[in-house]
């Protein structure tokens, strides 16, 4: 509508609609229409449009608004940075209907020159544009684990008397997904080739695939596939080789030979078999990406990862306090049902007025309510938190009197994320030396496949958690998982606590723990050094302990 200049009432009444919808907790598709002519915001002509929806996926205003745009024009919408009224002049001015042609128009200098645009505007484009070309075809690894997970249960079926297994990145747990790979082990491989090409979904191109591989595209879907093929007696060693990373595979294991060289002599049944045979503590899958985790083995010094179940509690999570979906009250039962000790709310600081953050007497009020709640629902504890915004100098959202009151803050950079490494890195340690920030949030901003985070120092910025005690998180948000995992390891080295944090908005972001889990497993990730392993009583102490820390030196 933004687009074809449509009443500007009219658009900010689909606007409303929205976000109350957005806000309830049910189901649009399943209210009935009384229930939804009851939801604020939705008049007649917004009714009859869900209704429409309902009954044939679409609306005749939403056809006819398609029906005038060009199609490239709704992937140019996609481009980050670009809101409808840019793409409008865009359209208007050059003619631009397709990302190829924003691009083109980029590097010839023609956008700078519109009004409005200029030399910053246009060089962000092209790089939105690079960024979203180089990502086409990428999927997050928590976008795309039901799909392959169903593809597998089909092929198991599909193709009978076979090993049929996950290997590439999705059984090492990247946390993108380029490739949905699978190894179809048995003695009979002509006819299980054929097999797979009977199979509906995958669509094979015989281009790019070989006599052991076939490779194509998953049908409806922008995702590639392999099924490689071996024969049983190589299934175990062809298994561990298409599922470690490169690196891993050419990591030494003895003076003479590598992984691979090893794997080549084909003598074990399953990989703990391999393990043994080379004096190797066992590796887990994820961890199979070339770091130090051979020599680690070597020395039995892999540790036992963490495991969903050793969190105790869930830190940093909002609620309609600020722009949460869910109450305090339903995000602290929700909790305590699914079995957790406590739980750690902490809604955005005054100054994310996007978001709305909190002003001081709805901080105060919030945590009013919480010592009721916490009356209510003991031993079970929600501790007070705040996801305070780190300033552009680095200092925290509050006054002093205010910081003091929370149990602990989450420290974290939303604005202003266009930074140098030295601007965004002496940010986060003026906030890192903050003795109220108790957690480093979500360090480089980054949303995988769609923003890259501001660049940092990470060793730096981790020698200072280590100097000032404060824990990193893992975003566990798929579109974060941030801290990233190459670095945990070095984050546990130098004793650095790190914090799995869905950072939830609503009652079901709970769920995302798991990716946190994933990712901190790669990384090597021990309970020990976990902060949400710890029981009630033992983050109680430690909340307290660094509280009375900053009553001594003040
Ligand atoms: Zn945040
Ligand atoms: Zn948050």
Not at 75 to 95: A, D, H, N, R, Y
Not at 395 to 419: A, G, Q, R, T, W
Request: proline share 3%; net charge negative; charged share 30%.
């Amino acid at each position: 509508m933004e687009l074809h200049d449509e009443n500007p009432f009219k658009i900010r009444s689909y606007q409303s609609a929205l976000n109350s919808l957005e806000r309830g907790d049910a189901d649009i598709m399943s209210l009935s229409e009384q229930e939804l002519s009851k939801t604020p915001g939705v008049g007649k002509s917004i009714l009859e449009a869900i209704l429409s929806l309902k009954a044939s996926e679409s609306f005749p205003q939403l056809d006819q608004l398609i029906e005038k745009t060009p199609q490239g024009i709704l992937e140019v919408l996609q481009i980050k940075g670009l809101g409808p009224k840019k793409v409008k002049t865009l359209w208007e001015e050059l003619g631009i209907t397709s990302t190829h042609e924003l691009m083109e128009a980029c590097q010839s200098g023609k956008v700078a020159k519109i009004k409005g645009f200029g030399e910053k505007t246009q060089e962000t484009i092209i790089q939105n544009l690079e960024f979203k070309a180089s990502n086409a075809g990428k999927w997050l690894y928590a976008d795309i684990e039901e799909v392959i997970e169903q593809l597998s249960k089909i092929l198991e079926e599909q193709i009978s008397d076979a090993e049929v297994k996950v290997v590439g990145e999705f059984a090492r747990k990247m946390e993108i997904i380029s490739t949905a790979e699978w190894l179809i082990g048995s003695d009979a491989l002509f006819a299980k080739k054929k097999q797979i090409k009977a199979v509906e979904n995958f669509e094979v191109d015989l281009k790019s695939s070989g006599p052991l591989c076939l490779r194509g595209k998953i049908k409806d879907l922008d995702l590639n596939f392999a099924v490689h093929f071996c024969e049983l007696k190589e299934f175990a060693a062809k298994h561990y080789s298409l599922s470690a990373s490169p690196l891993h595979l050419q990591t030494l294991i003895d003076e003479q030979e590598t992984v691979a060289d090893k794997l080549m002599k084909n003598g074990f049944k399953d990989d703990t078999e391999f393990f043994n045979q080379n004096n190797l503590q066992y590796i887990p899958i994820e961890m199979r990406e070339g770091f130090d985790e051979i020599s680690l083995a070597k020395e039995a010094k892999i540790p036992q990862l963490l495991e969903e179940k050793d969190l105790k509690g869930i830190l940093h999570n909002h609620s309609t306090y600020s722009d949460g979906k869910h109450s305090l009250r339903q995000m602290a039962e929700y909790c305590k049902e699914l079995g957790y000790e406590y739980l750690g709310i902490s809604d955005h600081s005054r100054t994310a007025s996007y978001a709305g953050g909190l002003e001081i007497e709805k901080v105060l009020k919030q945590h009013e309510e919480i010592d009721t709640l916490n009356q209510e629902l003991a031993p079970f504890r929600i501790f007070k938190g705040i996801e305070s915004d780190i300033l552009g100098d680095g200092s925290l959202d509050y006054p002093e009197e205010i910081l003091s009151k929370f149990d602990f803050i989450v420290s974290s950079v939303h604005s202003i994320l266009n930074m140098d490494i030295t601007r965004a890195t002496n940010r986060l340690l003026t906030a890192i030396k903050n003795p109220y920030t108790t957690i480093l949030g979500h360090p480089t901003g980054r949303l995988l496949l769609r923003r890259e985070g501001y660049p940092i120092d990470h060793k730096t910025i981790i020698d200072a958690c280590a100097e000032h005690n404060v824990v990193i998180e893992i975003n566990a948000n798929p579109w974060r998982l941030d801290l990233d995992w190459r670095w945990v390891r070095y984050a546990m080295e130098k004793g650095v606590k790190l914090a799995i944090n869905p950072d939830a908005h609503e009652m079901e972001g709970y769920a995302d723990m798991k990716y946190g889990v994933l990712v901190g497993r790669k990384g090597g990730l021990t309970s020990h050094l976990t902060l949400n392993a710890m029981n009630r009583e033992e983050i109680t102490q430690y909340f307290e302990n660094r509280k009375a820390k900053i009553k001594q030196t003040n």
